[in-house]
């Protein structure tokens, strides 16, 4: 059976977690935003050159694989 010392030392540690006083939690916005804009970029280079990107791999798998 917890004490009331363990306890309170529970609810204390739970505190300091939720206040966000923890140097260690890290900046989970930014690199949300980071990732977000990350596959923005990708998407928005992927979209209009799509053909030509297939083409390209493509192209280089062939000339790979028909060295051998």
Same mark, same amino acid.
């Given at each position: @059976?917890? +004490? ?6 529970? =609810? *204390?540690? #739970? ?17 949300? @935003?980071? +990732? ?6 990708? =998407? *928005?280079? #992927? ?22």
């Amino acid at each position: @059976m917890p +004490t009331f010392t363990g306890v309170l030392a529970a =609810l *204390a540690a #739970l505190a300091d977690r939720l206040r966000g006083d923890d140097p260690e939690r890290g900046d989970v916005p930014g690199w949300v @935003m980071i +990732t977000v804009m990350t596959a923005a970029l990708v =998407l *928005a280079i #992927l979209v209009p050159f799509r053909e030509a990107i297939v083409a390209a791999v493509t192209n280089a798998l062939a000339s790979v694989t028909a060295g051998g």
